[in-house]
């Protein structure tokens, strides 16, 4: 991308509730969850799985609507959000049907942009995506980090301010996961959008960003917050710090799961555990 694309809003959600209605029965989803989000920042959140964090996506991103409480853009309430954010859901499946190219120029052309110059915006990203030559190339050709590098060219084609990532690294092997993350950080520090990372990885979370927000199990409402003291750039001989260690223990208690080692079961060896030498 040659032009700076425009500042993301400041994004705020103040006392926002919400519940399903299944079969007339209230299922509260989300219960007063307040937090605000800088532009340009990193911002991860954490949480048991159903807790409500794709819901907190959907409902940003104004597929759903809270019950009560605000949504703020830039400072002002927004009931209008869609079309506002790039938003990658956690299975954001590429079309089988369609190459790369065609893949990553939906959203332009659901927005009616001419094919021409959709397809020239998109290629131009190709590089930075990691995708040059793979343009013609069907998804079932592509490596799981490919295809999801393909999702977040398609997502930031459809809006590059504010990026809400839905467990994007999920289903990838360690390894790529890690290359993925370089390769994240490197494109946020060059596009510097708003990013919004729900991931259920701690140390993914501590490694990628500013802040790490914690939900507690349902209804979702904040329960811990966390200021990454870590410097930028990030690498990944970072892990071995002090300080990312603490982060870790910090995130797996507000979680609940850091109270007591694993026992040993009876008559097993010499057990792995995580305090067991690598
Ligand atoms: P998470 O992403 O944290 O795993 P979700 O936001 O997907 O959790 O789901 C939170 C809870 O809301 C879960 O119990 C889920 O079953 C429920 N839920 C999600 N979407 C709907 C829906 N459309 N209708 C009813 N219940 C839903
Ligand atoms: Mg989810």
Request: proline share 9%.
């Amino acid at each position: 991308m040659t032009e700076e694309p425009a500042a993301p809003d400041r994004l705020e959600l103040r006392h926002v509730r919400m519940a399903f209605h299944t079969d007339g029965l209230p299922f509260q989803a989300l219960d007063d969850i307040s937090f605000s989000v800088a532009p340009r920042e990193f911002v991860a959140i954490v949480g048991p799985s159903g807790s409500g964090k794709s819901t907190l996506f959907n409902l940003i991103v104004g597929l759903l609507q809270p019950d009560s409480g605000e949504i703020r853009l830039d400072g002002e309430v927004a009931e209008a959000r869609l079309g506002r954010f790039g938003y990658m859901p956690q299975r954001d499946l590429l079309l089988p049907w369609r190459d790369i190219l065609g893949n990553v120029v939906v959203p332009l052309e659901l927005r009616g942009t001419p094919p021409r110059e959709s397809r020239q915006r998109a290629l131009a990203l190709f590089p930075l995506f990691g995708l040059e030559g793979f343009e013609r190339a069907w998804p079932a050709a592509l490596s799981g980090g490919m295809r999801q590098r393909a999702a977040l060219l398609r997502t930031i084609l459809g809006d590059s301010r504010t990026l809400l990532l839905d467990e994007p690294f999920g289903a990838l092997d360690a390894l790529t996961r890690r290359e993925m993350q370089d390769w994240l950080l490197g494109l946020w520090t060059r596009l510097r959008p708003t990013v919004l990372f729900i991931t259920h990885d701690v140390d993914e979370a501590v490694y990628l960003a500013d802040r790490v927000l914690v939900l507690g199990p349902r209804p979702a409402r904040v329960v811990s917050e966390l200021k990454v003291r870590l410097p930028r750039p990030r690498h990944q001989s970072m892990v071995a710090l002090p300080v990312f260690g603490e982060h870790v223990a910090d995130l797996l208690q507000a979680l609940g799961v850091a109270s007591s080692p694993i026992p040993d079961p009876p008559g097993a060896g010499p057990a792995s555990t995580v305090d067991s030498p690598a």
